[in-house]
């Protein structure tokens, strides 16, 4: 089981600075959350850790199967949900079977054959979820993968998360801005700001799963109390 290091990462746009000597380490198995406002880095990191841009400097060690989860489900509307989630798999009876058990898992075995089109916007965030799952990825990676989704959908997919979570011990990083959502995912959310953008803040979470929106809440006061102009990327010195 591999975790994710990384060390004094820099990414510029041109003359642009965007990431400004980034450190960020995560246990194997530990789920953190990355909370920052928007424009400050954050899918930009996510595609570095990926590989998806390798224009940067530092040093990235993440494992070496990863999964993905990005804003939008990004599926082929012309194929069915059994068949999206198989495109990530190797062909054949073996990828099948992983591809159905993926799409099981999020609840979805009886729409194995509905089109892209033919699910729910909800539906389709767990076609995306299945997809990422089936590769038994070491290193989950979900870049606000519940944006836009109604309230008691969203607490679903949650709850769907932190179950595989659980039962597969993977490392995930999770984006969003909703400081609400990292409060009730994470072990440890990652506070970033500033243009380049660094850590401002480092809060660990103790209280178990599932975590009561009253207490959700309780936190929340007490830390943007502490650091009021947090969201904005900003933290008061002290912790
Ligand atoms: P976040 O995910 O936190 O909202 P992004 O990583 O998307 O932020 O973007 C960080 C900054 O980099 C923004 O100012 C954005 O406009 C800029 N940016 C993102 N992608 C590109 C690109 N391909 N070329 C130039 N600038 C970019």
């Known amino acids: 089981m591999t975790g994710l290091r990384l ?22 198995g ?14 930009t990191l996510l595609r570095l850790i990926a590989g998806l841009d390798r224009d940067y400097s530092g040093h990235i060690e993440a494992g070496t199967r990863l999964g993905m989860v990005f804003q939008a489900p990004r599926l082929m509307p012309w194929l069915n949900a059994l068949d999206n989630v198989r495109l990530v798999l190797p062909a054949g009876e073996e990828g099948r079977r992983r591809a159905r058990t993926a799409l099981e898992s999020v ?31 070491q290193l989950l990676l979900l870049d606000e993968p519940f944006v836009s989704l109604d309230a008691p959908s969203a607490q679903r997919l ?4 932190l179950l595989w979570w659980r039962a597969s011990r993977a490392t995930v990083l999770f984006v969003t801005h909703d400081l609400d959502e990292a409060l009730g995912l994470a072990d440890r959310i990652v506070f970033l700001g500033g243009r380049p953008a660094r850590t401002v803040l480092e809060l660990s979470l103790t209280a178990p799963r599932p975590r009561p929106p009253e207490l959700r809440a309780q936190l929340q006061r007490d830390l943007l109390a502490r650091h009021p102009h947090l969201l904005s990327g900003q933290a008061n010195s002290g912790g």
């Open 158 to 161: 949650r709850e769907l998360l």
């Open 30 to 43: 530990e789920l953190v959350c990355l909370v920052g406002p928007s424009g400050c880095g954050k899918s």
């Open 107 to 137: 609840g979805l075995g009886e729409q194995l054959a509905a089109y892209p089109g033919q699910l729910s916007g909800g539906q389709q965030r767990r076609v995306a979820l299945a997809r990422a799952y089936a590769v038994e990825p």
């Open 7 to 28: 060390q004094g990462v820099c990414k510029r746009y041109g003359s642009t600075p965007v990431l400004g000597g980034l450190d960020l380490s995560l246990a194997p």
